[in-house]
């Protein structure tokens, strides 16, 4: 049955991603032509806390007609969890302020643009009573129970593009190369990001790795005898997602120091294993870290059609009052199938590569597709 929505509001939380503004221009164009209004939250869950009336954008076909082609969210994100909130020395559940606000703006259905983390957060405030639909936004594909999530190949270009860029100075310089791709959990970002780049090793949080094994790969790539052109490849690059670690190691941390939502801010495991390489193998290997700018950009194709498809999705939902669901996009690329997933079934789904069908442990790399 369709319901009678006249007042959408929607936030955009968790870190920033091309498409976000694709998804709220689609959001909008779609809302309006069910004659329902939509205002923006900024900031994510922090812009339903305190207890004034919070500060809202009013958003209409005109203000958005240009947003699908912009980076990052024009209403803000952070990584503000609304059950556990910095006030003082203290962290406090501030809940029933985002329920009162949440009345105090008239709003039938709120939409959530998000990850993992947000994704979480809103699965609580549905069990209070909000009526909440998902789009998941992420660029390391770290949410469950869908084949894609908005931003993910506009990173995945930019992740290419520097991986493919830093075999040029390796080649010439000989020596190893270590990009550090973000991926706490999930691996996608660098094992895509690394066989479209052109690296030679890929290192996935899903999997330890041997730090032994990979000395071998790489004393073989490096001594391979010469072929036809006289030379020997000389150079290695090697994409390690921020997640891996090796066997009998812990993550690397830039800072232990959990967040609102108990996770430590991960960082150096490039840095880390190019440093051993350096001192166990004699080689010369340089690090580089890809965190916000792999953020960057205009969203691809690929992108803005999804943020079309999954905003305008995430709109019937609430017209036929499919609250706390996700919608999820299922073979896309880009004429799949969208559904709605209830939002336990979104947690309780893997997010990771699939080792077994997609990662050659043997040589730390994408596996070969198995003829019929």
């Given at each position: 049955?369709?319901?009678?929505?006249?007042?959408?509001?929607?936030?955009?939380?968790g870190?920033?991603a091309?498409g976000?503004?694709?998804a709220?221009?689609?959001?909008?164009?779609?809302a309006?032509?069910?004659?329902?209004?939509?205002?923006?939250?900024?900031?994510?869950?922090e812009?339903?806390?305190?207890?004034?009336p919070?500060?809202?954008?009013a958003?209409?076909?005109?203000?958005?007609?240009?947003?699908?082609?912009?980076?990052?969210?024009n209403l803000?994100?952070?990584?503000?969890n609304?059950f556990?909130?910095?006030?003082?020395?203290?962290r406090?559940?501030?809940s029933?302020?985002?329920l009162?606000?949440i009345?105090t703006?008239?709003?039938?259905?709120?939409?959530?643009?998000?990850?993992?983390?947000?994704l979480?957060?809103a699965?609580?405030m549905?069990t209070?009573?909000?009526p909440i639909?998902?789009?998941?936004?992420?660029?390391?594909?770290?949410?469950?129970?869908?084949?894609?999530?908005?931003?993910?190949?506009?990173?995945?270009?930019n992740?290419?593009?520097?991986?493919?860029?830093?075999?040029?100075?390796?080649?010439?310089?000989?020596w190893v190369?270590?990009?550090?791709?973000?991926?706490?959990r999930?691996?996608?970002?660098?094992?895509?990001?690394?066989?479209?780049?052109?690296?030679?090793?890929?290192?996935?949080?899903?999997?330890?790795?041997?730090?032994?094994?990979?000395?071998?790969?790489?004393d073989?790539?490096l001594?391979?005898?010469?072929g036809?052109?006289?030379?020997?490849?000389?150079?290695?690059?090697?994409?390690?997602?921020?997640?891996?670690?090796?066997?009998?190691?812990?993550?690397v941390?830039?800072?232990?120091?959990?967040d609102?939502?108990?996770?430590?801010?991960?960082?150096?495991?490039g840095a880390?294993?190019?440093?051993?390489?350096?001192?166990?193998?004699?080689?010369?290997?340089?690090?580089?870290a890809?965190?916000?700018p792999?953020?960057?950009?205009?969203?691809?194709?690929?992108?803005?059609?999804m943020?079309?498809?999954?905003?305008?999705?995430?709109?019937?939902?609430?017209?036929?009052?499919?609250?706390?669901?996700?919608?999820?996009?299922?073979?896309?690329l880009?004429?799949?199938t969208?559904?709605?997933?209830?939002?336990p079934?979104?947690?309780a789904a893997?997010?990771?590569?699939?080792?077994?069908r997609?990662y050659?442990s043997?040589?730390?790399?994408a596996?070969?597709?198995?003829?019929?």
């Amino acid at each position: 049955m369709v319901r009678s929505i006249v007042r959408i509001g929607v936030l955009t939380g968790g870190g920033d991603a091309p498409g976000m503004n694709a998804a709220l221009k689609a959001l909008v164009y779609r809302a309006s032509e069910c004659n329902a209004e939509v205002v923006g939250l900024y900031d994510g869950w922090e812009g339903l806390l305190g207890s004034t009336p919070p500060e809202v954008l009013a958003l209409d076909r005109a203000r958005v007609r240009l947003w699908d082609r912009e980076a990052g969210s024009n209403l803000g994100c952070t990584r503000t969890n609304p059950f556990r909130v910095e006030r003082g020395d203290r962290r406090e559940d501030c809940s029933r302020e985002i329920l009162s606000n949440i009345n105090t703006l008239g709003l039938d259905a709120l939409v959530v643009i998000g990850g993992r983390d947000t994704l979480g957060a809103a699965q609580r405030m549905h069990t209070l009573g909000v009526p909440i639909v998902v789009v998941p936004k992420s660029i390391d594909l770290e949410v469950g129970a869908t084949d894609y999530a908005i931003g993910f190949d506009s990173a995945l270009r930019n992740c290419t593009e520097i991986i493919a860029n830093s075999r040029s100075s390796a080649g010439a310089r000989r020596w190893v190369q270590v990009v550090e791709v973000v991926g706490r959990r999930a691996g996608h970002l660098a094992l895509w990001g690394g066989l479209a780049g052109g690296a030679q090793m890929i290192l996935l949080p899903e999997l330890p790795f041997s730090l032994e094994k990979v000395y071998a790969l790489l004393d073989a790539r490096l001594s391979v005898e010469r072929g036809r052109s006289g030379r020997n490849p000389r150079y290695a690059t090697v994409v390690v997602a921020e997640g891996a670690c090796a066997e009998g190691m812990h993550e690397v941390l830039v800072d232990a120091a959990p967040d609102a939502y108990g996770a430590s801010q991960l960082g150096g495991v490039g840095a880390l294993l190019a440093e051993r390489l350096r001192q166990d193998m004699g080689v010369d290997a340089r690090s580089v870290a890809l965190g916000h700018p792999l953020r960057g950009g205009v969203p691809t194709s690929l992108d803005r059609v999804m943020a079309h498809r999954l905003a305008s999705a995430a709109v019937d939902a609430c017209r036929v009052g499919a609250f706390g669901q996700m919608v999820s996009a299922v073979s896309t690329l880009p004429y799949g199938t969208v559904r709605y997933v209830p939002l336990p079934d979104v947690l309780a789904a893997p997010c990771n590569v699939n080792i077994a069908r997609d990662y050659d442990s043997d040589r730390y790399f994408a596996q070969r597709a198995l003829a019929p």
